[in-house]
């Protein structure tokens, strides 16, 4: 007879699931050993890493760039502004400038306010923009993104967007160093190349300038490649007169005289920054002698002074009777040919016998 197996006796449902010590999963954390103390509950123990360590941290990371970025922007603000009228901003000073005291009753014009309000406009954006990107890395980190391939493509469409916009890239830094260099600003008189006019608006990317005829140019900082400034710092008057074969000597002390007389007057005298000159001849042609005049003057009086010069000189030339004496020392026009000569020829070749 084959033996029977012996049969098994039944087991009851709390033989076959083990006892668990709940209060022991935990130990190894201290955070969840004090959330199960606290709510009893297994499931929140377990998750509070990422149920309240998760969102600290990024909460921290958000405040801490936060942080950052405003002690950045107040640092921008302290170079870029004065905290008097007198004290010009440390961003635009020469290097050595810096270190001396600014003169008693200086004053910074407005242009340079507005410009060192727009450079540090661009330093707080670039600030802002680097600083929330670090941060915004940091939170995708925390959440369990694996930056690397996310760097690597950023890197991607960085160098496509380089070689794609080469352009944009080169009139933004143009403009960037155009406003802290100070090469122009609106209200200036500049000659750009092609376009010669008053500069109206200044951008990072485009700059305006209306000429004479009232055409509005919108000229890329980046296709600048000279700058001429004709509102910057101080200015030269310079007229040649010509005064035929009349004595030098004495048309040099009537325009003298002119021109002193034009500084000396209230309404223009601080137009001038220094006493006008007459040089002397500059030239001498065919027609007589030229003489020449020079003052130097502000930017802005410049145009005022040239015009009212002019007139002043040449009312001097006409009451001192030198006038007269300019116009009967020309020359008189010639004949462009002898008279002897004929449109058809020589007398000799309409001869009979001459030549053919």
Not at 34 to 40: F, G, K, N, S
Not at 232 to 242: S, Y
Request: net charge neutral; hydrophobic share 45%; aromatic share 4%.
């Amino acid at each position: 007879m084959i033996p029977l197996a012996p049969t098994p006796t039944p087991t009851t449902p709390g033989d076959l699931v083990p006892s668990v010590d709940i209060s022991k999963s935990c130990d190894a954390d201290v955070l969840c050993s004090r959330v199960l103390e606290m709510t009893h509950n297994q499931w929140l123990a377990n998750s509070s890493y990422i149920v309240i360590v998760k969102p600290l941290r990024i909460l921290a990371i958000i405040l801490l760039a936060m942080l950052i970025r405003w002690l950045l922007h107040r640092a921008i603000r302290r170079l870029t502004s004065s905290t008097s009228r007198a004290a010009m901003p440390a961003l635009l000073k020469p290097l050595k400038e810096r270190t001396a005291q600014a003169e008693a009753g200086q004053f910074i014009p407005e242009r340079r306010r507005q410009r060192a309000e727009a450079i540090g406009s661009v330093l707080r954006s670039f600030v802002t923009a680097v600083v929330f990107t670090m941060a915004a890395m940091l939170v995708l980190g925390e959440l369990g993104f694996n930056l690397g391939p996310l760097l690597a493509s950023a890197g991607i469409v960085g160098v496509a967007l380089g070689f794609g916009a080469q352009s944009l890239v080169k009139d933004l830094i143009a403009g960037l160093f155009m406003l802290l260099e100070d090469q122009y600003g609106v209200g200036d008189s500049v000659d750009l190349g092609d376009a010669t006019g008053v500069v109206e608006t200044v951008g990072l990317r485009v700059t305006t300038v209306r000429d004479a005829r009232g055409v509005l140019w919108y000229v890329r900082n980046g296709e600048i490649v000279r700058v001429g400034n004709k509102s910057q710092g101080w200015a030269m008057v310079v007229i040649d007169i010509p005064i035929g074969f009349v004595n030098a000597e004495r048309a040099s002390a009537v325009l003298r005289t002119a021109a002193l007389a034009l500084a000396e007057e209230p309404e223009h005298a601080t137009e001038f920054l220094e006493p006008p000159d007459v040089v002397g001849v500059e030239q001498l042609t065919v027609d007589g002698a030229v003489i020449r005049t020079i003052a130097k003057t502000t930017a802005d009086g410049q145009p005022v002074v040239q015009r009212e010069l002019r007139r002043r000189l040449s009312d001097a030339l006409d009451s001192s009777g030198l006038s007269s004496q300019i116009a009967a020392s020309r020359m008189l026009p010639r004949p462009a040919a002898p008279p002897s000569y004929s449109v058809a020829g020589p007398e000799s070749d309409s001869e009979p016998g001459g030549a053919t």
